[in-house]
């Protein structure tokens, strides 16, 4: 089944095309003033991602469960198949469970983003800032090593100021991978996920200036002693085909060789399209695969070079030229400054994160795209139809307050 993306959308991605100049991860840029480059030294290697930059792209999702994490990333990596699955899911509201997944096998997807339509408001949540998203993916596949061990390390940071915790929707699990601490996170029923929804500066504190957190539409702060809301129940046996459980889901996080495990059997048993694997002490290890990157840009030469050529042309076209049109149009109608969330941004700032890899017009292809509409979970407006009270404590479906979504602390639900 073939379906067009939207301009609005593809402007964004074609955005990530450019301005590459003042970000660390990628190449330098030529100066037209220099000498021949036969008669230049050796160029320095483009220094490293630092630890911030890191810290604030993979902040929104760091908390999520293990195999959430992992599949995530590898899925950031096609930044134009997630628009495109976004997309879709609009447009097929009515089908449900492995209705749905059936349909998603029919798309031409890679495997992680075929599996990712049982999670809809994680897809919302990547496509409210799709540059965060493209660089997210951009980040793992220049630094797979850098990108899991901050994960772990901010898991770190949470636990030990007391706000990720064991609760009714997950178990936390410190362990050792040959000897290095581990921090797991895994749901409390194998066949039940939750995914937690919470603002990172209520966690880590403020992002720097110049590293800001993603764009998304964050709740409103949860009660003391609470550290997030958690979205619906995904009963995942009611998605997929032959289900042994959240144990053998189809991506795993492999922390300490800082690899990403694919489970075969759940690909080939839910009839996902081919992925990329190499065999690793007998495991099949994810491999980027650039059929699906749909002509995005590499942040760099050397990516560009690793991956190349890409297979697949986006359908529905258009021109660069007419991306960049439409999306001037759209960007027209928004004010000087947004709100997100709970936040105010400011489009002037300068911010590194979004001029290495996009942001015509300084970020405003992230509010095109954010300002689509509400969050699917809906925080805001559900605490205002119910008076601002949100449940807390109790169980799965703990009582009081009338709010949509329970409280991480309590384990509270809607």
Not at 48 to 73: H, K, N, T
Request: hydrophobic share 35%; glycine share 12%.
């Amino acid at each position: 089944m073939k379906y067009f993306t939207t301009p609005l959308c593809l402007a964004a991605l074609l955005a990530t095309q450019t301005a590459f100049a003042d970000f660390p991860m990628s190449d330098p840029q030529p100066d037209p003033a220099a000498p021949p480059a036969s008669a230049q030294p050796a160029a320095a290697q483009t220094p490293p991602m630092s630890a911030e930059q890191i810290d604030s792209l993979i902040a929104p999702i760091a908390l999520y469960p293990d195999e959430l994490v992992s599949q995530i990333l590898v899925a950031a990596t096609y930044p134009l198949e997630i628009v495109q699955a976004y997309q879709w899911l609009g447009q097929h509201s009515d089908l449900k469970g492995q209705e749905l997944t059936a349909a998603a096998q029919k798309q031409n997807w890679d495997p992680s983003i075929q599996a990712l339509v049982a999670f809809p408001d994680v897809m919302k949540r990547l496509n409210q800032d799709i540059t965060w998203t493209t660089n997210l993916g951009n980040a793992f596949l220049a630094n797979q090593a850098a990108v899991m061990d901050q994960i772990q390390a901010m898991r770190a940071k949470a636990e030990s100021a007391g706000k990720l915790t064991t609760t009714p929707q997950q178990t936390v699990t410190n362990t050792t991978d040959n000897g290095h601490p581990v921090v797991q996170i895994e749901p409390a029923s194998s066949d039940v996920v939750y995914v937690p929804d919470y603002d990172p500066v209520w966690i880590w504190g403020p992002a720097p200036a110049y590293y800001p957190y993603p764009y998304w539409y964050y709740p409103p702060a949860p009660p003391f002693g609470v550290w997030c809301w958690w979205g619906p129940r995904i009963y995942l046996g009611s998605f997929f085909f032959g289900w042994n459980g959240w144990g053998g889901w189809g991506w795993h996080p492999h922390w300490y060789e800082h690899n990403v495990i694919v489970n075969r059997s759940f690909v080939t048993v839910n009839h996902f399209n081919n992925f990329r694997t190499v065999n690793v002490h007998g495991a099949a290890v994810w491999q980027h695969n650039p059929e699906h990157r749909i002509g995005v840009a590499y942040p760099n030469r050397t990516l560009s070079h690793d991956f190349r050529p890409a297979g697949r042309v986006a359908t529905g076209h258009v021109s660069v030229v007419q991306a960049r049109q439409q999306f001037q149009a759209a960007g027209a109608r928004f004010n000087a400054s947004e709100r997100f969330g709970n936040r105010q941004v400011s489009p002037g700032v300068f911010n590194r994160n979004r001029t290495a890899f996009g942001g015509i017009e300084a970020g405003g292809s992230a509010r095109a795209h954010s300002t689509r509409g509400n969050s699917s979970l809906g925080y805001a407006h559900g605490a205002a139809r119910s008076g601002g009270g949100h449940v807390s404590g109790g169980g799965e479906h703990g009582g009081g307050g009338g709010g949509e979504h329970g409280g991480g602390g309590g384990g509270g639900h809607r």
